[in-house]
């Protein structure tokens, strides 16, 4: 029940395209869900979260979608650039984030010129 | 400011023996965390520090693994015996409690290979 579903493992776009990560979420005691962007070496970065009582936030380039019946929500990244190419690891938590985070296996995303 | 902060960057050990890995919060920052991301994996709870409250400890492996917090700042996970399958990188976090939405800060981690 505390596993987090994450796909694709791997995503490839084109410059200036759409990239699409899709999570989903078996725990109806989350309440806060982050999304996080690793480069190679580093450790893993805050990029935009939400919480259950919206449907999508939006950051720049960056979206989020929710759907709470659904028990899934996605990241979009608009007119992809190079340098988003990196792991996306989608996470879940409980008491406001206050919590350990549950990660879904992460999406590699390259984006080619 | 300064962000978290791991050491050492890498670890090379041999089975059988024991490593300690180290974190530095974020100051001020009461809540830590460690995790653990094996190649390929996403990354796993290990255990979580919260002020003076007992840590929650459910992620822990096995009872191989132990970590403490001195003075409610710097941590240390230890791992003895380390065995093969314990090669992963270890990432610590840190965040503000009695807000919500806390952002976790994680550190670079130390990458640990058992020979």
């Known amino acids: 029940q505390q596993q987090v579903k994450q796909s694709p493992q791997s995503l490839i776009v084109q410059k200036g395209g759409i990239s699409i990560i899709n999570c989903a979420y078996e725990n109806t005691a989350f309440d806060y869900f982050p999304w996080y962007q690793q480069f190679p070496g580093k450790g893993p970065a805050l990029l935009i979260a939400i919480r259950p009582d919206v449907s999508e936030k939006k950051e720049g380039r960056f979206t989020i979608s929710f759907n709470k019946s659904a028990k899934q929500f996605s990241l979009h990244i608009m007119d992809s650039q190079p340098g988003d190419s990196a792991t996306y690891f989608c996470?879940?938590?409980?008491?406001?984030?206050?919590?350990?985070?549950?990660f879904g296996t992460g999406t590699r995303l390259t984006i080619i010129p | 400011g300064a962000g978290v902060s791991q050491s050492p960057s890498n670890k090379v050990t041999e089975k059988g023996k024991d490593v300690e890995l180290r974190c530095d919060p974020i100051s001020g920052h009461t809540a830590l965390y460690w995790y653990r991301q094996s190649l390929g994996q996403g990354l796993e709870f290990l255990i979580y520090?919260?002020?003076?409250?007992?840590?929650?400890k459910s992620g822990l492996p096995s009872d191989r693994f132990s970590a403490e917090r001195t003075g409610g700042s710097v941590s240390t996970l230890t791992i003895q015996r380390t065995q093969q399958e314990d090669s992963a990188v270890y990432l610590c976090?840190?965040?503000?409690?009695?807000?919500?939405?806390?952002?976790?800060?994680f550190g670079p981690g130390t990458r640990l290979t058992v020979l």
């Open positions: 996470a879940a938590s409980a008491n406001f984030g206050n919590e350990k985070l549950t």
């Open positions: 976090a840190s965040s503000l409690v009695g807000r919500i939405y806390n952002e976790q800060f």
């Open positions: 520090f919260q002020g003076n409250s007992a840590p929650d």
